[in-house]
């Protein structure tokens, strides 16, 4: 039986014309991977949507694991999140043009869900790729995070490992962030297919 894998990303949002995130899954999409059935979904911008949409693909999917994929510039690694917190706390408005603050995602839920990805396999795995790959103690507190969140909390009891993953700037972007660092998206399909390599090891 092959491993059931769901990868989302995120449309563009901030005025930018591109997301990574987009760009890897529908990357991955394409690509053949021994021993995976793989599913994809680009995720509106949008705090509840995005969730929303995510829990729907996944109830009609059901899959073996959930790695929801965001934009975080600034960083020049690949980073798996560890933890999820209960807050929408944002510097810019969403796409819908929601912009939440100091608000609790889910006033029964817990302060945080940590993720349930093997992350130090996936980071080990990375870096012997030859790829910049570390630990993340935030995932802020944008849509990622909100999606990280109900994402967790959502599967807490059910036997679907998940988490999150931020990755990059794309080569593409660099003139549209002067000076922040970028990755290539061949170089992010890579690290990805390593990530997903030991979800499938893990099985």
Known sequence: ????????GFEPFGGSAVN???LLVEALAKEKLDGVLLDAIVLPVEFDLSAQLLLKMIAETNPDFVVAFGQAEGRKAITPEKIAINLDNARIPDNSGDQRQNQVIDHNGADGYFTTLPVS????AINSAGLPAELSLSAGAFVCN???YQLQKSLKDKPAKSGFVHIPLVTQ?????????TMELDDLVRGAKKLIEVLVGAI
């Open 121 to 124: 396999e996936i980071i080990s």
């Open 1 to 8: 039986m092959p491993t059931k894998v769901l990868v989302s």
């Open 146 to 148: 909100h999606v990280f």
């Open 20 to 22: 990574p995130s987009q």
């Open 173 to 181: 972007q660099g003139p549209e962030f002067p000076g922040q660092p």
